[in-house]
C-alpha cells in the first residue's frame, strides 16, 4: 500500500509540475512580447498552437498509453515538456516559440491523459473520487503558485521562468523513470469498454454525453476566464490587482474544495448528481454577472463559478475512469481532446461576442450552460459494483 500511494502521489506530481511550469511563465509574456516586438495575433497564435497540437495527439497518445504502457508516456511527455521549456527560454524568433508550443501541446497530451490513467490504474473503484479530486487539485494548484512563483524568479531575469520550468520537467522525468512502475490494469463489473477504437468509444452510450458536457463545460469556463479580466475593468472599474486576488481567493478555495471535500460530495451525491448541480450553479451566476449593478456580487458569482468548474471537471473524469475498462488511456485521451475543443474555441467566440456587446458572452455562455443542465437530468445513473481488485504491492 505505501509503495503504491508513493507511486500514485508521484504521477500526480508530475502534473503538477506540468502546470506549474506553465504558470510561471505566465506573469513574463508580457515582459517578452515587448522585448520581440510580438503582436497581440502572434501572442493569441502562441495559445492556439499548444491548444491544436494537444487536441490532435490526444486521442492518439492515449491509444499508445492503452497498449505501451502509462509509465514510459509520462516519461517522455516529461522530458518533451522540458526540451519544449528550454526552446522557449532560448527562442529569440518566433517560429522557434512556435515550435516550442507545439511541443508542449504534445507533451500535454502525452502527460494528461497517462496521468490520469494511471491514477484510475492503481486505485480501487472506492478510491477513485478522492485521487481524481487530486489530479484535479494538481492542475488547479500549478496553475495558482504558478504565477506568484514565476513573478519572484522573474526579478533574475525575464527568461529564468523558462529555464526553471524547463529543470523541474526535467526532475519529474527523472523520478518518473526511476520511482514508477508500470500498473496492472482492472476491470470491474459495471464498466462499460474492454476493447475498441476511440470511434467505438465515442459512440458508446456510456460515454456520448459525458464527451459533450466536457466539450460545453471547457467551452463554457474558457469563455467566462478568457474576458474576464477585461469585462472587470470595463462594467466594474476593477483594478489589476483587485482582478488577480479575486482569481486567486477563488482558485484558492476551489483548491481546498477539491482536495479535502470532493471525495465526500461525490459519495453524497454521485458523480452525476453533482455534475448536475455544477451546471445549475455556473450557468446561474455566470448570469448574475452579467446583470448585477454590484461589485460584491460579482466576487461571490465569480466564486460560486470557479468552485462549479473545478468541481465539474474531476467528477467527469471521475464517472469515465469508472467505466473506461482496460482503455483508460484513450477515454482520457478523449477526455482531453474534447477539452481542447472548448479551450480552442471559447475564447474565439467569447471575444467575438465582446466585440459585439461586452454582456453578450455571459448571457450566450449562461444559456448554454442551462440547456446542458437540463439536458443533464435526462442522463441516467448506472451502477458500478466494485469487486475490490486490489493489485499486488511491488
Not at 522573474?154 to 527568461?159: K, Q, V
Not at 474531476?314 to 475498462?325: D, E, H, M, N, V
Amino acid at each position: 500500500m505505501k509503495n503504491r500511494n508513493r507511486m500514485l502521489y508521484l504521477a500526480i506530481m508530475n502534473l503538477f509540475i506540468v502546470f506549474l511550469g506553465t504558470g510561471l511563465v505566465i506573469p513574463v509574456m508580457p515582459m517578452l512580447q515587448e522585448s520581440m516586438h510580438l503582436t497581440g495575433t502572434t501572442m493569441g497564435l502562441l495559445v492556439s498552437v499548444f491548444a491544436i497540437f494537444q487536441l490532435v495527439a490526444s486521442p492518439i497518445t492515449g491509444i499508445i498509453s492503452d497498449k505501451f504502457g502509462r509509465k514510459k508516456l509520462i516519461a517522455i511527455g516529461m522530458a518533451i515538456f522540458s526540451i519544449s521549456e528550454l526552446i522557449f527560454g532560448l527562442g529569440h524568433t518566433v517560429s522557434w516559440l512556435y515550435f516550442s508550443r507545439a511541443l508542449g501541446g504534445i507533451a500535454a497530451a502525452l502527460i494528461m491523459p497517462s496521468v490520469t490513467a494511471y491514477v484510475a490504474d492503481v486505485t480501487t473503484i472506492e478510491e477513485r473520487p478522492k485521487s481524481m479530486g487530486l489530479v484535479s487539485a494538481a492542475i488547479s494548484g500549478g496553475f495558482i503558485i504558478g504565477p506568484g512563483l514565476g513573478g519572484f524568479i522573474a526579478n533574475f531575469g525575464m527568461r529564468v521562468p523558462f529555464f526553471v520550468a524547463s529543470f523541474i520537467g526535467l526532475v519529474g522525468c527523472i523520478l518518473a523513470i526511476l520511482i514508477l512502475k508500470e500498473p496492472e490494469k482492472k476491470v470491474v463489473h459495471g464498466q462499460s469498454v474492454e476493447k475498441g477504437s476511440f470511434m467505438e468509444v465515442i459512440k458508446n452510450p456510456a460515454f456520448t454525453f459525458p464527451f459533450v458536457v466536457i466539450l460545453i463545460s471547457s467551452f463554457g469556463l474558457q469563455a467566462f476566464e478568457s474576458i474576464y479580466s477585461i469585462m472587470a475593468v470595463i462594467n466594474f472599474g476593477f483594478s489589476t490587482t483587485e482582478i488577480a486576488m479575486i482569481i486567486t481567493v477563488s482558485g484558492s478555495l476551489a483548491l481546498v474544495f477539491q482536495i479535502v471535500f470532493f471525495d465526500g460530495i461525490i459519495k453524497l451525491l454521485g458523480e452525476v448528481g453533482l455534475i448536475r448541480i455544477s451546471f445549475f450553479a455556473s450557468a446561474i451566476f455566470v448570469g448574475v454577472i452579467a446583470i448585477t449593478e454590484s461589485n460584491w456580487v460579482v466576487i461571490l458569482s465569480t466564486f460560486i463559478v470557479f468552485l462549479a468548474f473545478d468541481l465539474l471537471r474531476p467528477a467527469i473524469t471521475t464517472y469515465l475512469s469508472k467505466r473506461a475498462g482496460t482503455m483508460q488511456g484513450t477515454v482520457n485521451g478523449l477526455n482531453s481532446t474534447f477539452t481542447s475543443f472548448g479551450n480552442i474555441f471559447g475564447p474565439m467566440v467569447a471575444g467575438s461576442l465582446f466585440d459585439i456587446n461586452h454582456f453578450y458572452p455571459y448571457y450566450v455562455s449562461a444559456i448554454i450552460l442551462l440547456i446542458t443542465a437540463f439536458l443533464s437530468l435526462l442522463w441516467k445513473k448506472d451502477v458500478i459494483v466494485s469487486e475490490t481488485v486490489l493489485q499486488e504491492e511491488g
